[in-house]
């Protein structure tokens, strides 16, 4: 009896000691702010001031993770030559992409950045990011530790920079995505009040998106076959539901060609 007792003991203790690192002592998962999927073409707000300020204003870091899929609406020099908002964090940092037409980077790509404004100045430092591609998917996650900014698209560091100041901030403003020069779609905005380590972006990109970089959308999943009790009940006693049941084949068409 003692016995029971004892093992009784370990496995509460077991399941204590798991729960506790997995819940307490381990960073919580990012959270997902604003729709699944969000149309680039006008601006949005997808997070309030006061959300933004308990994630990305944390002091140890923050992390900002997102799928874009960016159209640039004209690509003539009518529209302009600069660099447009396509994620404005705040009123002090934003990414941008340029929409001013370049033939020699191809159809398919665009410059990107991220600007920065520094505390106690009047300007602010550009971070260069890799070419983002047009009309297909890429995974981000800005990552921001102090002065620090690690930049990563589909899970590999695109930029780094230390800011030469702590990045100023502006507890007022929301986060909010879109431009009217803009189109496409943003997809699976999240954000975690601490600076996620490269393992963890690698890990969340997997789960998260397919072969294509494309993410998986909960609306653009298919369709679950609607299922009778019996044939769910079908399922367990008896797998693929064809156990002792003759199969009738067909019907076959017959195949015809004017070779034969």
Not at 23 to 36: C, D, F, N, R
Not at 73 to 88: H, K, L, P, S
Not at 184 to 190: C, E, F, K, P, V
Request: with cysteine.
């Amino acid at each position: 009896m003692r016995f029971l007792w004892f093992l009784a003991a370990i496995v509460l203790l077991t399941y204590g000691v798991y729960y506790g690192v997995r819940y307490v002592a381990l960073p919580k998962p990012p959270m997902q702010v604003g729709p699944e999927k969000m149309a680039l073409s006008k601006k949005i707000q997808v997070a309030d001031s006061e959300k933004l300020k308990a994630s990305w204003y944390n002091t140890p870091g923050s992390t900002l993770l997102f799928y874009i899929s960016p159209k640039i609406m004209d690509r003539t020099a009518a529209v302009g030559n600069e660099y447009v908002t396509a994620v404005q964090i705040g009123s002090k940092e934003s990414l941008k992409i340029l929409i001013a037409p370049d033939a020699g980077r191809g159809s398919m790509l665009a410059p990107a950045i991220l600007e920065v404004f520094i505390s106690g100045q009047q300007q602010s430092e550009i971070i260069d990011i890799s070419n983002v591609h047009l009309q297909s998917w890429s995974f981000i996650a800005i990552v921001k530790q102090g002065r620090k900014f690690n930049i990563y698209v589909n899970g590999n560091l695109s930029a780094s920079h230390t800011c030469t100041a702590m990045p100023d901030y502006d507890e007022t403003q929301p986060l909010a995505i879109g431009d009217k020069k803009l189109g496409g779609t943003i997809a699976l905005m999240s954000l975690a009040p601490y600076a996620m380590q490269l393992d963890d972006i690698q890990s969340i990109a997997r789960d998260t998106m397919d072969t294509d970089n494309k993410p998986y959308l909960s609306s653009e999943l298919p369709m679950l076959p609607e299922f009778s009790l019996s044939a769910i009940t079908g399922f367990f006693t008896c797998p693929g539901g064809n156990c002792n049941k003759n199969i009738k084949p067909g019907p076959f068409n017959k195949w015809t060609s004017i070779y034969a």
